[in-house]
């Protein structure tokens, strides 16, 4: 077994690979606590940005649906008459410079997976980089933004932020609890007594005000042609390839649909290749993070599976409510403070 799988499964559940890189996790856990306290006293400068900005991270390494929720957000945020701007540091992009801005048209090796998936579902304004200031500022000089959601940052502590939301996976048995590099965690789980809003994905909250539930709700397979006018072949076998944080995530969606699959899995923002996608001219169905990948030569018997995020109501009008307690009843609104 590789170095790679061996502590994914000790991740998943302790054993001695945990105890042999426990003491690095205390050298983490004393690391990430002193970063923290040097912004905390200045001696790190942050950036506050003129607008309001809510951060969407999560504890663990790994998917989550992160996503999903964001994309949940941004089309919310715009149903009640905002105008909302993403950013990302772009993970799995390789620009030649940054900020930059990502269009339906940008080049996914370049701009990531997951933000050329927010651009085509949102159409909303987008950045990405390593420095969320940059990112933020040319948008702002873009575009007519009044509200940055960020992709991931929770704990990118340069940036200043009004609201924290944080996803949690209850699809998933989090045996190992540690942190990095023992463990899938990023922060201790008591961070989730300081974030704003919790949201967790296949879970329960029960009479918590401040956490919501989130389901993942797929549509109809979708051709990755967008000249492909023939009915999904339900009824064949269907070679499901998944290159994300959950795959079995996605395989047990497929088989929950009724769909007859042989599972492929690679690993997470996977850059694809045509020949990744070859079975005999059998057909092909991806996660539609992994279509925005292979456009370029995506064949007829291509297909793709959307999911959008369904959560109880109420999280965008609780974001809004809170950013509106923040400013002594106004919100920055089109770069206007309103009522």
Avoid at 76 to 102: D, H, N, T
Avoid at 281 to 295: H, I, P, R
């Amino acid at each position: 077994m590789g170095i790679k799988k061996s502590l994914l499964k000790s991740w998943a559940k302790p054993n001695a690979l945990t105890a042999v890189l426990k003491p690095l996790s205390g050298v983490y856990r004393g690391a990430f606590a002193a970063r923290k306290q040097a912004f905390k006293r200045g001696i790190f400068s942050s950036y506050r940005a003129p607008i309001p900005v809510i951060v969407v991270g999560n504890l663990t390494v790994g998917g989550t649906g992160k996503t999903p929720l964001v994309i949940y957000l941004v089309e919310q945020l715009k149903e009640l008459g905002f105008a909302p701007g993403v950013i990302s540091r772009g993970y799995s992009g390789s620009a030649q410079s940054y900020p930059l801005e990502v269009h339906q048209e940008t080049d996914v090796a370049e701009c990531g997976d997951e933000p050329a998936l927010i651009v085509k579902r949102t159409g909303a304004p987008m950045a990405v980089g390593p420095d969320r200031q940059e990112s933020i500022e040319l948008l702002l000089s873009r575009h007519s933004i009044d509200i940055i959601v960020s992709d991931d940052g929770l704990q990118h502590l340069a940036l200043e932020r009004d609201i924290e939301v944080c996803l949690v996976d209850d699809t998933i048995a989090h045996q190992n609890e540690e942190l990095l590099p023992a463990g899938p965690y990023r922060e201790p789980l008591s961070r989730l007594l300081t974030v704003d809003f919790i949201v967790r994905h296949g879970g329960h909250v029960g009479n918590a005000e401040n956490q919501y539930t989130m389901a993942l709700s797929p549509s109809d397979p979708k051709p990755l042609l967008a000249s492909n006018t023939e009915p999904f072949p339900v009824g064949e076998k269907i070679e499901a390839v998944a290159g994300i944080g959950q795959p079995k995530r996605f395989f047990d969606t497929c088989r929950a649909l009724g769909l007859q699959i042989n599972e492929h899995s690679f690993a997470d923002h996977h850059h694809f290749i045509a020949s990744d996608l070859e079975f005999d001219g059998a057909s092909v169905l991806m996660t539609e993070k992994d279509a925005v990948k292979c456009t370029a030569f995506a064949a007829s018997n291509h297909w793709y599976l959307p999911v959008d995020a369904v959560l109880n109501d109420g999280l965008t009008e609780s974001i809004i409510e809170k950013i509106r307690e923040q400013n002594n009843g106004h919100i920055i609104h089109g770069n206007i403070h309103e009522n």
